[in-house]
């Protein structure tokens, strides 16, 4: 693997303000759709640039091949039941919350790694990390001001939502010899596919007159969030690894908590920020763990 220049840099930094930017769009969307309706129009309109690059590629879409059932297991775990799961609690919750629930997938996943893989074992470094991590966000539920009786589930579901990403990942390993844009591409057809009886049941999006700003940001969230986002990581994991490119845990809860500011003045708390810190401060003791061998 090359070493990284300021390009790349330049590219991971962009991709954490895209995906931090997810979360106040979010937002903005649930002013006017229901949350299966976001749901289904993000991986909608995020399957088309996705979709594009493979027939530029001319990489085999495998969405109805005989591991039909793996895609659609993963579209719904990894993308269905966390946009769903999101847009719901976001409703209730301010938006740079959701961001720190979020950030908290690298340490959920490394909890998941220790019973389910060979090679990502617990050791000191990450276990401390680990506890200081959910140690802030126990400590972010403590914020009476923010979170409360009425909101108090919305931002388990949120907490939800990204164990549901963990999850995902874990399943992905079941495929992980296909190409990452035809897994993408798949996951993402079934994902449709799954939320089209869904959302015509439920929702009847048809029948709303949905403002120009919700529409806006939901179809940013499809387009840029979730299409561009998974191009952009493609480059980078292809060209840095994913080692590099998971540093984008550090920086998606501190931007999700700027741009919710800058965009909707939300509230910032002390708690908030402490809760935050300790997030980053366990990412950071549990991505430095991984270059400790275990013994």
């Not at 991971?12 to 949350?35: C, D, M, Q, R």
Request: with cysteine.
């Amino acid at each position: 693997m090359r070493q990284p220049k300021f390009i790349d840099y330049f590219l991971l930094v962009i991709l954490s303000l895209i995906w931090a930017s997810a979360f106040f769009n979010i937002k903005i969307a649930t002013y006017s759709y229901g949350p299966i309706t976001i749901a289904f129009l993000r991986v909608f309109f995020g399957a088309i640039p996705v979709l594009l690059l493979c027939l530029y590629k001319k990489i085999k879409i495998e969405a109805f091949s005989k591991d039909w059932h793996w895609f659609a297991m993963i579209g719904f775990i990894n993308l269905v039941a966390p946009f769903f799961l999101i847009a719901y609690g976001v409703k209730s919750v301010q938006s740079n919350l959701a961001a720190i629930l979020m950030s908290t997938t690298p340490l959920s996943s490394t909890i998941l790694g220790h019973f389910y893989t060979t090679h990502e074992k617990f050791n000191f470094v990450k276990t401390v990390g680990i506890l200081i991590g959910f140690a802030g966000i126990v400590f972010l539920f403590s914020d009476n001001l923010l979170i409360n009786d009425d909101n108090f589930v919305s931002a388990l579901l949120i907490l939800l939502g990204s164990t549901c990403y963990v999850i995902g990942g874990v399943l992905t390993l079941k495929i992980s010899k296909k190409k990452n844009e035809n897994v993408t591409g798949s996951i993402l057809i079934w994902a449709v596919i799954i939320l089209i009886p869904l959302v015509c049941y439920f929702e009847k999006p048809w029948t709303i007159n949905p403002s120009v700003e919700s529409t806006i940001s939901v179809i940013y969230l499809g387009t840029v969030s979730t299409g561009l986002a998974w191009l952009l990581r493609f480059r980078i994991l292809k060209n840095n690894g994913l080692i590099f490119q998971s540093q984008v845990s550090y920086l998606i809860p501190i931007f999700g908590i700027i741009l919710s500011y800058i965009f909707l003045d939300e509230l910032i708390t002390p708690k908030v920020l402490i809760a935050l810190i300790a997030v980053v401060i366990g990412i950071y003791f549990v991505k430095k763990s991984e270059n400790i061998k275990i013994v």
